[in-house]
C-alpha cells in the first residue's frame, strides 16, 4: 500500500460526459502528478500541482482540468469524454517538487467511455 | 525534451535464469533515472532509482541498474529471477530543472518468469 488512494477504482460512461477522478496524496506529501496509461500511448504524464499550485504540464487536453485543494486532495476532470479517452488514470504523490523524489502511485481509476 | 526507449517489449525468461532490461534515455540536461515495477491491476511502485553518486544502485529485492553516461543507458539486472517477479518493468528519467520537474516513462517492459 503506497499510501495514495484513489476513487473510483472503476468508472464507465457515455460519449460527451464529464467525469471526475479524485485523489488523497500520501500524509505529509505536496505534490500531486496525474498521469495517463493507455495500450497505445503508454504512460503519460498529464499535470502536476505542489501545494496547491500548477506546477508543470505534460500532455494534457484542452477538455480536462484538475486542481489541488488546501487539504491537498486533487481532483481531475475530464469532460466532452470521447472512446479515445478510455484508459487508466494515475495519480501519483511526493514529498517535495520531484526531480529525485520518489512519486508513490495510487492503484488508478480505469475509466471506459462506451 | 527527454525520452526514454526500453528496447524490448516483452522477455521471456525461466525461473532461476538471469535477466536484462534494457533501458537507453535522451535527455539535454542531468538527469534522474528510475526503474519501477507494476504487479498486474496494480499501481507503480518504485524498484530503484539512481540520483548521484555510485553508478550501480540495488533494490532489496535483488535487482541492480547501472548507470552509463557514455551510453545514455540504464539498464535492469537481476543474477537469478523468480515467478513473483513477473510483472511489468517502466524506466523513467527526470530531469531537474528550476522550480518543477517531470518524469518521462518509456513504454515499459513485459518480464514473463516460467517455471
Known amino acids: 500500500d503506497s499510501g495514495v488512494t484513489q476513487t473510483p477504482k472503476h468508472l464507465i460512461t457515455a460519449t460527451g460526459q464529464r467525469v471526475t477522478l479524485r485523489c488523497s496524496p500520501r500524509s505529509g506529501d505536496l505534490s500531486v502528478y496525474w498521469y495517463q496509461q493507455s495500450l497505445d500511448q503508454g504512460l503519460q504524464f498529464l499535470i502536476q500541482?505542489?501545494?496547491?499550485?500548477?506546477?508543470a504540464k505534460g500532455n494534457i487536453l484542452e477538455r480536462f482540468s484538475a486542481q489541488q485543494f488546501p487539504d491537498l486532495h486533487s481532483e481531475l476532470n475530464l469532460s466532452s469524454l470521447e472512446l479515445g479517452d478510455s484508459a487508466l488514470y494515475f495519480c501519483?504523490?511526493?514529498?517535495?517538487?520531484?526531480?529525485?523524489?520518489?512519486?508513490?502511485f495510487g492503484p488508478g481509476t480505469r475509466l471506459t467511455v462506451l | 525534451a527527454q525520452s526514454v526507449t526500453q528496447l524490448d517489449s516483452q522477455v521471456p525468461v525461466f525461473e532461476e535464469a538471469p535477466v536484462e532490461l534494457r533501458c537507453n534515455y535522451s535527455?539535454?540536461?542531468?538527469?534522474?533515472l528510475f526503474w519501477y515495477v507494476q504487479y498486474p491491476n496494480q499501481g507503480l511502485q518504485l524498484l530503484l532509482k539512481y540520483l548521484s553518486g555510485s553508478t550501480l544502485v540495488e533494490s532489496i529485492n535483488g535487482f541492480e541498474a547501472e548507470f552509463n553516461k557514455s551510453q545514455t543507458s540504464f539498464h535492469l539486472r537481476k543474477p537469478s529471477v523468480h515467478i513473483s517477479d513477473t510483472a511489468e518493468y517502466f524506466c523513467?528519467?527526470?530531469?531537474?530543472?528550476?522550480?518543477?520537474?517531470?518524469?518521462?516513462f518509456g513504454k515499459g517492459t513485459m518480464l514473463l518468469v516460467s517455471p
Open positions: 501519483a504523490s511526493s514529498a517535495t517538487l520531484g526531480g529525485g523524489d520518489t512519486q508513490y
Open positions: 500541482y505542489y501545494n496547491g499550485e500548477e506546477r
Open positions: 535527455s539535454s540536461v542531468s538527469v534522474y
Open positions: 523513467a528519467v527526470s530531469d531537474w530543472r528550476s522550480g518543477y520537474s517531470t518524469l518521462t
